[in-house]
Structures are given as structure tokens and as C-alpha cells.
């Protein structure tokens, strides 16, 4: 499991280093801070999670932008799976990308739907039944208000799916709720 990790990290030091193509000729890095807060949509599933993304933007045109960078994931709780209630609490980190797409609003508010996703290693089994690697996949919209040129703040409402993608032993979930960040240019 440690060689997991290690290659993960590994992997999203890489990504987030590693120079993206863009389509634009702005001089500032922009990077983002996401934290969510999800709860369960079953209530088989009584799993909170907590997670902070950590991105970069790479690539931006007109109303769409492209991030990477790394998710850590904390849920918490139990799942019903194999006919009991079972234990299924573990902590993740892998590296995630994201899509956000931008409408500029009035003044200095901006609407934005943003799509990510990607490969979480846990450090045990989770949920119970499935296996230490699960894909996160997030779905929602975004206000972000712009604070001045260098700096916003953004709050959205998230719904995310956790899966291995296996037919068998792929105790999956979903889960919705808030999401708050920061960006700023660097």
C-alpha cells in the first residue's frame, strides 16, 4: 500500500509540475482551494465526507478552464453492506482534474458549473466490501465572487459519486453538499 501512495503522490507532484499546454497569454498561476462537506443521498450508505482539492489552473479559453492538482478525502460513518452495518471510515489522497465552465455575471460575480474527477487510494479497504482505490467523480454549480484581480472567493453545492468501476466488490455511494474555496494568482 505504501508503494501506492508513494506513486500517487508521485504522480500529482508530476501533474501539477509539469508545464500544461494553454490557450491564453495570461502571466499569473492560478491556484484553487476547494473544501467540501457531503452527506449521504442513501440511507444505506451513512457515510460524511470531508475533502480539500488543491488545483491549478492549466489551460483556459473563453468561458472554460482546466485544473489539476491532488484531492485528500476523509468520509466517515458506516455502510449497510452484506446484510449488517459495517465500518467504513479511511482517509484518501490521489490527483484529480477539473472542467469548469464560466459565465461572467454582473459586476464582480461569476456563475460556473464545474465537472471533476479522479483516482482516490485509500489506506484500507472502503467502504467494507470494495477494494483501497475507488474513482470520485463531482458535479455542480458555483457562484464565485472576485474579491480584486488577484484573489476570489466561491461557494457551490456538490454531488459527488465514489465507485472502483468493478461489477463485483464495488460497494459504491453518493453523496451531496456544500462547497467553499479560495483562488488566487501567484
Given at each position: ?142 457562484f464565485i465572487y472576485k474579491i480584486n484581480d488577484h ?36
Amino acid at each position: 500500500m505504501r508503494r501506492c501512495i508513494c506513486l500517487v503522490m508521485a504522480m500529482t507532484v508530476l501533474l501539477i509540475l509539469l508545464p500544461g499546454m494553454s490557450f491564453c497569454n495570461a502571466a499569473d498561476s492560478q491556484a484553487e482551494v476547494d473544501w467540501d462537506y457531503l452527506i449521504p443521498f442513501h440511507s444505506d450508505r451513512d457515510l460524511n465526507t470531508v475533502t480539500l482539492h488543491v488545483m491549478k489552473k492549466f489551460s483556459e479559453t473563453k468561458d472554460r478552464s482546466l485544473y489539476r492538482g491532488i484531492t485528500i478525502t476523509r468520509p466517515y460513518g458506516d455502510i449497510f453492506y452484506e446484510n449488517r452495518q459495517q465500518a467504513s471510515s479511511a482517509v484518501g489522497v490521489g490527483p484529480s482534474y477539473m472542467v469548469r465552465f464560466e459565465k461572467a455575471g454582473s459586476g464582480k460575480l461569476t456563475t460556473a458549473f464545474d465537472i471533476s474527477g479522479g483516482l482516490i487510494l485509500y489506506d484500507k479497504t472502503f467502504p467494507a466490501g470494495g477494494k483501497q482505490y475507488n474513482f470520485m467523480w463531482r458535479v455542480g454549480p458555483r457562484f464565485i465572487y472576485k474579491i480584486n484581480d488577484h484573489s476570489a472567493v466561491n461557494v457551490g453545492y456538490m454531488v459527488m459519486h465514489v465507485s472502483n468501476g468493478l461489477k463485483n466488490d464495488n460497494p459504491s455511494y453518493d453523496a451531496y453538499g456544500l462547497s467553499v474555496g479560495f483562488t488566487s494568482n501567484f
